[in-house]
């Protein structure tokens, strides 16, 4: 039985259906007369009432679940110590709709959106609840990269690609290519893209074939002069004006002369050596020469050659005209030929 209220002589109060027959047949006892209506309408009507809120909350809560599941509606921008976020975010907006329904976004295109930008080198994009968070990396300015910090690797020799190692940088040349001394062979960068690039420290090793070679001329037929006598004459001289008769010397024949002054006092002494030379020619066949020839020329090569060069090959080129014999000694290497670039 439900609650009850006074009103004057007669009372009211609210029964459930099934306690109704029981409650007439008590007051007809006592000759007390029941008047009853049905109030179902009202009573489930207050009861929602009551669960109003609840459901209220509960539809509420769904709703949130729906929204942060299935939309985007924040934009989280992070990196862009230089770049100025309303610029981002301008640029974001010219391919994409926020808030937006999550599988209506185009990751990639607002990726493509952003990396464009000028002093953007590179733009990661993702979804993260209802946000969409995106991680900028800055280009570094142009004048950051220093000679001497961003040096590139370079060819120290002319050769022939053998093999390349790289660990940082680009490599510009290819095994089998060849290069001139000072051509760059990694360069002190990273390619991002066609138009970006980022710096950093060059470092790797190549290795290539390096020919050094070496060359002299002999003649089977040559002149050498032999001295064949040295006469010495003094001539004394008081400032301009000689003292006692002065030698001649003669003009037949071929002579060396070499002169001194030597001064003593006001006096000075001029003294001349002359020597008498002779002329003979000298046959010296080639043959007898060849091999001391090129031993010679290879010494003058292996002075360059260290211990961690591996020795290829070697040979010797020998071309004659009229008794003049052209000699030329090469030496073929594998070695290191990559240097730090200046």
Request: glycine letters at 6%; hydrophobic letters at 40%.
């Amino acid at each position: 039985m439900g609650g009850m209220v006074k009103e004057g002589r007669s009372l009211s109060f609210t029964v459930t259906k099934k306690q109704l027959p029981v409650v007439e047949e008590y007051f007809a006892k006592f000759g007390i007369a029941v008047e009853k209506y049905a109030l179902g309408a009202d009573r489930r009507a207050r009861k929602l009432l009551i669960k109003l809120p609840l459901l209220i909350s509960a539809f509420l809560v769904v709703a949130a679940f729906a929204v942060f599941f299935n939309f985007v509606i924040f934009v989280k921008i992070e990196g862009n110590a230089n770049l100025d976020e309303a610029s981002i975010k301008e640029r974001l907006f010219t391919c994409a709709t926020i808030p937006s329904y999550k599988k209506t976004l185009d990751l990639k295109k607002i990726k493509n959106a952003i990396t464009e930008m000028d002093g953007v080198a590179l733009c990661s994009v993702k979804i993260k609840g209802c946000v969409l968070e995106i991680k900028i990396d800055e280009e570094l300015e142009a004048e950051i990269p220093d000679v001497e910090e961003f040096a590139p690797i370079v060819a120290a020799y002319d050769s022939i690609i053998t093999s390349i190692v790289v660990e940082r940088g680009t490599a510009l040349v290819e095994v089998g290519r060849s290069v001139k001394k000072g051509e760059v062979l990694i360069a002190p960068y990273y390619v991002l893209n066609e138009e970006t690039r980022l710096p950093c420290q060059a470092l790797g090793w190549v290795e290539g074939r390096v020919f050094r070679e070496t060359s002299t001329l002999f003649t089977e037929r040559r002149l050498e002069t032999e001295v064949e006598s040295t006469e010495i004459t003094r001539d004394i001289y008081l400032g301009d004006i000689p003292l006692g008769k002065k030698i001649e010397e003669s003009a037949d024949g071929l002579y060396l002369t070499e002169t001194r002054d030597v001064r003593c006092g006001f006096l000075t002494i001029k003294e001349k050596t002359v020597k008498k030379l002779t002329v003979k020619e000298i046959f010296r066949p080639f043959d007898e020469v060849k091999e001391g020839l090129e031993q010679e020329l290879y010494a003058k090569i292996y002075i360059d050659i260290k211990n961690n060069m591996q020795i290829v090959d070697k040979w010797c080129i020998i071309e004659e005209n009229a008794g003049t014999y052209s000699v030329k000694c090469f030496v073929e290497t594998i070695e290191m030929v990559s240097i730090k670039g200046g």
